[in-house]
């Protein structure tokens, strides 16, 4: 009877050791299957980082002809000019304003493209500077306000979900000391 029972007692062990390993391989199989899934939506929200950086230079562009009309050219007001022939003829005060208009819409349509994919805009003006999103342009020398912090942004950073995708260029408040 003994070595019925040593026959058992080997066998519990035995189904012990087997159900340890069982439970281990499932814990590794659904940690496979996690990281699995991680990498592949990692992949499907990183896949356009390249093109969205390639289109960053035409948001850049768009914004740069935005900013090259001032706001004023507008506020004068909008009367044909002497030598039209037809009625409906516009000025060129007109003509500017509508373009300025279509490359404005243009702007927000692409950013707002870009911002269906997790592509967002920063401005770090003000914040401390860290070197890790920012890259400093210039230093200068500015009383009154703290060494490291960034007084401009020349050009806007933009990240990725949390990924950076492009560095802000900044100027740096320089330390005089």
Same mark, same amino acid.
């Given at each position: 009877?003994?070595?019925?029972?040593?026959?058992?007692?080997?066998?519990?062990?035995?189904?012990?050791?087997?159900?340890?390993?069982?439970?281990?391989?499932?814990?590794?199989?659904?940690?496979?299957?996690?990281?699995?899934?991680?990498?592949?939506?990692?992949q499907?929200?990183?896949?356009?980082?390249?093109? !969205?950086g390639?289109l960053?230079e035409?948001?850049?562009?768009?914004?740069? !002809?935005?900013?090259?009309?001032? $706001?004023?050219?507008?506020?004068q007001?909008?009367?044909?000019?002497?030598?039209?022939?037809?009625p409906?003829?516009?000025s060129?005060?007109?003509?500017?304003? $509508?373009?300025?208009?279509?490359?404005?819409?243009?702007?927000?349509?692409?950013?707002?493209?870009?911002?269906?994919?997790?592509?967002?805009p920063?401005?770090?003006? #003000?914040?401390?500077?860290?070197?890790?999103?920012h890259?400093?342009?210039?230093?200068?020398?500015?009383p #009154?306000? $703290?060494? #490291?912090?960034?007084?401009e942004?020349?050009k806007?950073?933009?990240m990725?979900?949390?990924?950076?995708?492009? !560095?802000?260029?900044?100027?740096?408040?320089?330390?005089?000391?």
């Open positions: 009877e003994t070595e019925l029972l040593k026959t058992i007692k080997a066998k519990e062990a035995e189904t012990t050791d087997l159900k340890s390993r069982l439970q281990y391989l499932q814990a590794d199989f659904l940690n496979l299957q996690r990281n699995a899934s991680r990498e592949k939506e990692q499907r929200d990183f896949a356009i980082t390249r093109f !969205a390639d960053l035409t948001v850049d562009v768009l914004a740069l !002809a935005l900013k090259s009309v001032p $706001e004023s050219v507008f506020a007001t909008n009367s044909p000019s002497s030598d039209s022939s037809s409906d003829s516009k060129v005060q007109t003509y500017l304003k $509508e373009l300025h208009q279509g490359v404005d819409m243009t702007h927000r349509l692409l950013l707002s493209t870009l911002f269906k994919y997790h592509v967002k920063f401005d770090p003006t #003000g914040d401390k500077f860290d070197p890790n999103q890259e400093a342009m210039y230093q200068a020398p500015i #009154g306000k $703290e060494p #490291g912090t960034i007084l942004c020349q806007t950073g933009y990725i979900k949390d990924r950076l995708l492009r !560095a802000a260029q900044v100027g740096v408040v320089q330390d005089t000391s």
